[in-house]
């Protein structure tokens, strides 16, 4: 009887799931969106050029947009993104990503796209080398240029930091930086440096 319960189970299990199939076309890996290429393009663009700072992305998505690009997918397409999705996230670099955007998403293993338009004012996004935002809304603050308008919008952030660059002053803290320590500091002038170590 044993064996007969077994393959009721079994029986069971496969009627249930037979029309449950969660795979997708391989042809969706050959597929690049135009979107990207144009990222790609400038990529390419400042490479050649000699004269561009490496980059970063990230996406925009205010309350009446979807998904505009999931985590991890540009670095498939050569493009840094400085979210992250099913990943080991140090605490450090979640902190940090808090003191710009709430970090609601980390249940998930997912660092979370900038949700408030204010938040793409920080300094500290800036200060990673985020050059280009994506997004299906609109961007109206300033220093935010419209680059790329088809299927998503893109827009240059004018205030990106370089990725190496000197500073005038030194702020020692011990211990991690707090949310408050990280949205204070002004990153054109002023580093902060790990005194524990």
């Not at 189970?9 to 449950?20: H, I, R």
Request: aromatic share 10%; hydrophobic share 40%.
């Amino acid at each position: 009887w044993q064996l007969l319960a077994v393959a009721a189970v079994a029986l069971d299990l496969l009627l249930f799931g037979w029309g449950f199939n969660p795979t997708a076309d391989p042809a969706w890996l050959e597929f690049t969106p135009p979107s990207i290429e144009y990222l790609q393009q400038r990529a390419q663009q400042d490479i050649a050029s000699g004269s561009g700072d490496p980059w970063r992305i990230t996406t925009y998505q205010p309350a009446e947009s979807t998904k505009t690009l999931n985590p991890n997918i540009p670095w498939y397409q050569g493009l840094e993104d400085i979210r992250g999705y099913d990943s080991i996230i140090p605490a450090q670099y979640a902190n940090y990503m808090r003191a710009i955007e709430g970090q609601g998403e980390l249940l998930y293993n997912r660092i979370a796209p900038i949700y408030g338009p204010d938040n793409l004012d920080s300094p500290l996004l800036d200060l990673l080398g985020v050059r280009y935002v994506m997004t299906e809304g609109r961007i109206p603050n300033a220093g935010f240029q419209l680059v790329y308008d088809d299927e998503v919008r893109i827009y240059e952030n004018a205030d990106v930091m370089p990725r190496a660059f000197a500073l005038p002053r030194v702020q020692v803290i011990t211990g991690d930086a707090s949310s408050d320590q990280l949205r204070g500091l002004d990153p054109r002038q002023t580093i902060l440096l790990d005194g524990t170590t």
